[in-house]
């Protein structure tokens, strides 16, 4: 017992942006999954008798120009930013991946195509791209969402294809070519266990700036709707209050700092963990 307290302390010591990034992610997920339920108040109910209530003891983050408790909306919104933003990760993680390595394991003709298709993604700026995307397809989550999908995927596909190269003269992948194996079987049970844990690092670490990018589309109007506690939408319904009521604005940005925040320490830890230098590919918003 006493050998196992020893080494959760020396891992703790050793990784500690892992822990504090980790605490701090469950109690988000805590939050977003039980917070909604043990709220005393409904995020858009209406209450003209409670119109821009300072922070007390029955509305802790005071309440807005209809009466609503920020304090709900913000519980509830959750949900919302950090949703879309693991939707937009895990999707154009797995669209990048399939396209990074089937170019860098295949080669030749295929890979010059696709990664010139990669780098004409790359080449757009990624707020006008997904602009463009929203403008074209309309307003709304679902939309916002494939939007900055279409911004993100290409630099999990460029990331793939560097670490597929990487691993692709590795004795282990000549001699399961050697065995006969199929590419399929080299590709899932070789190449892919050897660079999850890159694309892992660079997943966690863009999370923070995609709930930064939904907050923004939101915050324009391009992405969730009115009543919606989005936090980019409540930011923006609160502007207009931010001298006579800062909290309107200030609870949602603070828990958008606050989310980005765990998920870079998280990443950042996850980062130290399998190789300090990884977090130095992470792509800059």
């Known amino acids: 017992m006493k050998e196992k ?59 807005d120009f209809n009466g609503r408790c920020v304090l709900c909306r913000v519980v509830n919104g959750a949900h919302i930013s950090i949703g879309v933003a693991l939707a937009v990760v895990v999707i154009g993680a797995a669209i990048g991946v399939t396209v990074g390595i089937t170019a860098g394991y295949s080669g030749g003709a295929l890979d010059s195509v696709l990664m010139r298709f990669v780098e004409v993604m790359l080449s757009f700026p990624g707020t006008i791209f997904a602009l463009a995307v929203l403008g074209t397809l309309g307003n709304g989550i679902p939309n916002q969402i494939v939007a900055l999908t279409m911004v993100r995927w290409a630099h999990y596909a460029r990331l793939a294809r560097g670490e597929t190269l990487a691993v692709m003269n590795a004795d282990y992948i000549e001699a399961a070519r050697a065995m006969g194996n199929s590419k399929p079987r080299i590709i899932f049970h070789y190449i892919l266990p050897n660079i999850i844990g890159q694309i892992l690092v660079i997943a966690t670490l863009s999370i923070g700036p995609v709930i930064l990018a939904g907050a923004g589309l939101s915050y324009l109007g391009l992405g969730a709707q009115i009543p919606s506690p989005e936090w980019g939408l409540m930011i923006n319904s609160g502007k207009d209050y931010i001298r006579e009521a800062p909290w309107i604005t ?14 870079n320490l998280l990443g950042e830890g996850i980062g130290d963990l399998i190789d300090p230098h990884l977090k130095e590919k992470a792509e800059v918003d």
């Open 5 to 63: 307290h020893d080494g959760l302390r020396h891992f703790s010591r050793r990784n500690p942006l892992l822990i504090i990034g980790g605490a701090a992610i469950l109690f988000l997920f805590f939050v977003t999954l039980a917070g909604p339920r043990l709220c005393t108040h409904e995020p858009s109910a209406i209450n003209y008798d409670a119109i821009c209530v300072p922070p007390c003891a029955e509305y802790p983050f005071g309440t």
């Open 250 to 263: 200030l609870a949602p940005g603070l828990a958008a700092v606050f989310t980005v925040f765990s998920f």
